[in-house]
């Protein structure tokens, strides 16, 4: 089972905070050049596709 598909519907459709990406592979994190044990990105790829997300402040990733 994927976490996107364990979590209650009203908490994907009602979290505009939350994004869940399903069937990807991590190839990379980004840090902050000022903390170096914070990220502040992720690279991935889905489905042959190179994909970033970046991070709000004060946002936070879930492995």
């Known amino acids: 089972m994927f976490i996107g598909q364990?979590?209650?519907?009203p908490i994907?459709?009602?979290?505009?905070n939350?994004?869940?990406v399903t069937h990807?592979?991590?190839t990379g994190f980004g840090f902050a050049?000022?903390?170096?044990?914070?990220v502040t990105g992720v690279s991935y790829?889905?489905?042959g596709s190179s994909n970033r997300a970046m991070?709000?402040?004060g946002g936070e990733v879930i492995f």
Do not use: F
């Open 6 to 9: 364990g979590l209650p519907d």
């Open 12 to 16: 994907k459709k009602t979290r505009q």
């Open 18 to 20: 939350l994004d869940i």
């Open 24 to 26: 990807t592979y991590t």
């Open 33 to 38: 050049p000022d903390a170096p044990k914070q």
């Open 45 to 47: 790829t889905s489905n």
């Open 55 to 57: 991070l709000k402040l």
